[in-house]
């Protein structure tokens, strides 16, 4: 399984910006994705999962309301829109993947660096 997150860059406090995350290596009917951040001198954080056979979606509670997931089956692709940055959002985004019965991510993609300034 490989995984290529990309989107990432640099946006004002209240703008908008959409990672996208490019899966290959396998189909993924049996599998959740699903975003982490890690911002400077902090633990990786949660932020969203999606399950990829229904999109059934979860998020972290501090982007509830802002950010939506989704994916798209026939790219391959799952999605991160974010809407109304605040510079606490400001962190690595990494992309992974796990298997539905699986308790760990087990795939993980290069992480996309989101700076919001103030």
């Known amino acids: 399984v490989q995984l290529q997150a990309s989107g990432g860059g640099l946006v004002q406090a209240g703008g908008s910006l959409r990672l996208s995350c490019a899966a290959s290596g396998r189909t993924f009917n049996s599998y959740h994705m699903g975003w982490f951040r890690r911002a400077p001198g902090k633990e990786r954080e949660f932020v969203a999962t999606i399950t990829w056979s229904d999109g059934t979606a979860y998020y972290g509670d501090s982007v509830k309301g802002r950010f939506t997931v989704s994916r798209d089956f026939n790219a391959n692709t799952m999605y991160l829109q974010m809407n109304n940055l605040k510079p606490e959002d400001t962190a690595v985004y990494s992309c992974?993947?796990?298997?539905?019965?699986?308790?760990?991510?087990?795939?993980w993609g290069q992480g996309t660096q989101v700076t919001v300034s103030s």
């Open positions: 992974a993947s796990k298997r539905t019965t699986s308790a760990f991510w087990n795939y």
